[in-house]
């Protein structure tokens, strides 16, 4: 194709049909390069009665908003999303594909990058444009580097790490177009299909919500050591615990906990890092957060070199002080 | 059936970071000599998702493919020592390197020439460059179904059903064979290598191919480029809080976040 112009970005919905926040933050990624270019921005929105989410895209920043709705995409799955995607971008003609790196994202983008015979940088945390086209920069060696990707074919096809952007701010109101794309899906052509989907079980608020994460390592040593950070987050608003992988490997607590490069991504206020190391896989999934608190008893830990606040000692010792001290403030 | 399962030899990355520097000129990651070779994290994973199908079926041949520029044996055979069956390597030291759209075409072209195939298990990501690109776009390639980021793996008749991840909780999902499927670590621990597992192993003689072995192996132009590496840069400005004990230090703590506002 010729003439590619303009960013589409693929947006995401929850289970309650709400867009997920890493919609916002693809607009806002997708804000800094449409200025740059001086193109416009549009959206992929596809699901079973999302509609009315497409003024929200609007309301966010996105000129067009390709809309497809059907029974057939209430669910996500690879065989139905991706051709989805190809009839939107067969109508727009992007430049550019954003796409998050969310479960359902990792697992779209390379698909989509070999249909359209193009090529794909993955959890893309850095985009800019050089020369008139895409430049994405990710970590690689478990992020103790960082590697700058140029694209010879379009569209360039990124996923977006998720909260590398600050989500954009809708402006309710805004004026675009929606167009329905039909994508004419053969449904004999699917060899895959969806089963069932089942909610996690949250206690208390999402840790990518929390404003405070609490957050322990191999260091706490066995589940009873673990279960202390819950007392600490009791006594904090808004608050979660997560775990390093060493710590859920060891049976210390729920899996789903881990916090990482493979793991959940959380930027909270406040993270407390308590006896763990900040191995650069962990740190891929907390660097964003505002301030890192970190105790560990070795000084010579790399989470220090991390934090904004430190202190060296055994957990066993400090974390119990911090809590009383911490209680005695939060009634005072 | 036969499961094929796509292991990459990766630097090890629990290596000190020190071993680790930045070749700028070269675009990559320069490894110390003394930084051992291991299998990539997640396809160690993989291999056990599919022995653990193995277990269940003796009529089920798991085979290794692994592409890369040079193997060495004692790692890249630990999927065998595990309980796989045979091994085949893509050696060749002017092999597509970078562009993962690219080696997922030549790991594409080594699975065709295996031959015929019940289902394909990866890595959600290798340990070294954590793209999570080439297993998917390896399906797209082989034109197979792909679900991604398993916890569970199993087959039932002609169709291969996980569960995986989302964000808001668990999706099961199942997929017609012939189909390519990756796995995560929550899947559960890989066994450890028996020695009679090893034993058998050593006595296992890979097939080589190089890279004239293999059909459409000079794809054109690579889809992506790398046109830098570096390390970031990292300021430290930690305040570290100390006190007469641990529990001094911790009050101050307390205090100091307070005086911040942040608790
Ligand atoms: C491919 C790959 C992917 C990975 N993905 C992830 C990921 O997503 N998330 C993740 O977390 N890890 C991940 N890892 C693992 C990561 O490399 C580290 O091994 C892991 O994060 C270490 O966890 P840790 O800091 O809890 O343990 P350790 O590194 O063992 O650190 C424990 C720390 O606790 C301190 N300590 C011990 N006892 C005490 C005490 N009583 N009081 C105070 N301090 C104490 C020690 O000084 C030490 O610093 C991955 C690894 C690989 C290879
Ligand atoms: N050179 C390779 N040889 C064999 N398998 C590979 C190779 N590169 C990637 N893979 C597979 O693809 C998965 C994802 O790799 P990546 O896209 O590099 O993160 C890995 O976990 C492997 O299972």
């Known amino acids: 194709m010729a003439g590619e112009n303009g960013i589409l970005i693929v947006a995401e919905t929850g289970a309650d049909g709400s867009l997920g926040s890493i919609t916002n933050e693809l607009m806002s990624a997708a804000q800094g390069l449409s200025a740059d270019l001086g193109e416009p921005i549009s959206a992929a929105l596809i699901g079973s009665g999302v509609g009315d989410r497409a003024q929200d895209i609007i309301d966010l920043g996105a000129d067009t908003v390709y809309l497809v709705d059907g029974e057939q995409f209430a669910n996500y799955l690879n065989e139905t999303y991706t051709p989805a995607v190809i009839a939107i971008a067969q109508q727009a003609n992007p430049r550019i594909i954003l796409i998050g790196h969310t479960p359902n994202g990792r697992d779209l983008g390379p698909y989509l990058a070999v249909r359209l015979q193009t090529g794909i940088a993955s959890d893309t945390s850095g985009l800019s444009i050089e020369g008139g086209q895409l430049q994405a920069a990710r970590s690689v060696a478990g992020g103790l580097f960082r590697q700058v990707v140029s694209f010879p074919k379009m569209p360039a096809i990124a996923t977006v790490h998720m909260k590398a952007y600050d989500g954009a701010e809708p402006q309710s109101g805004r004026s675009g177009n929606v167009v329905n794309v039909d994508v004419g899906l053969d449904a004999s052509s699917v060899r895959s299909r969806f089963v069932k989907h089942e909610d996690a079980q949250v206690e208390g608020i999402r840790m990518e919500d929390a404003t405070i994460v609490v957050t322990g390592g191999r260091g706490m040593g066995d589940e009873a050591g673990f279960n202390e950070l819950y007392k600490l987050q009791a006594l904090l608003p808004q608050s979660a615990v997560g775990a390093t992988r060493a710590a859920t490997d060891s049976g210390f607590c729920e899996q789903d906990l881990m916090i990482g490069i493979t793991g959940r991504v959380v930027s909270p206020d406040v993270y407390f890092a308590i006896a763990l190391s900040g191995a650069s896989q962990h740190m891929a999934g907390c660097s964003g957060s505002k301030n890192i608190v970190a105790i560990n008893r070795d000084p010579e830990a790399n989470i220090f070199s991390e934090s904004r606040f430190g202190v060296v000692g055994d957990y066993k010792q400090v974390l119990p002080a911090l809590i009383e001290e911490v209680e005695k403030l939060m009634q005072g | ?263």
């Open chain 2, 1 to 263: 059936m036969r499961i094929i399962v796509t292991v990459k030899q990766v630097p090890d990355p629990e290596a000190p970071q020190s071993s680790f520097t930045a070749d700028r000129a070269a675009k990559r990651v320069a490894v110390a000599a003394s930084v051992p070779a291991a299998v990539s994290d997640y396809d160690n994973y993989a291999a056990e998702a599919a022995l653990r199908i193995k277990d269940n079926d003796s009529d089920t041949t798991v085979s290794v493919v692994s592409l890369g520029e040079s193997h060495v044996l004692d790692v890249i055979k630990r999927p065998l020592a595990m309980g796989a069956d045979d091994l085949f390597l893509v050696q060749d030291p002017d092999l597509p390197n970078g562009d993962p759209v690219t080696v997922a075409a030549a790991l594409a072209a080594a699975i065709r020439k295996i031959g015929d195939f019940d289902l394909v298990v990866s890595g959600r990501q290798s340990s070294d460059l954590d793209q999570g690109i080439v297993a998917t776009a390896l399906a797209a390639i082989l034109d197979i179904p792909v679900l991604t980021n398993a916890i569970a793996v199993e087959v039932n008749g002609d169709e291969v059903q996980i569960d995986r991840i989302v964000d808001d909780g668990i999706d099961t999902v199942a997929a017609k064979l012939p189909a390519l499927v990756t796995v995560s670590n929550e899947l559960g621990q890989p066994r450890y290598a028996t020695m009679r597992g090893i034993m058998a192993a050593r006595r296992v003689d890979p097939t080589v191919w190089g890279k004239g072995d293999l059909d459409a192996m000079d794809a054109a132009d690579p889809f992506t480029e790398v046109v830098d590496l570096f390390a970031p840069e990292k300021s430290s400005n930690v305040e570290m809080i100390e006190g007469e004990s641990p529990a001094e230090a911790a009050k101050a703590l307390a205090q100091r976040l307070r005086e911040e506002r942040l608790i």
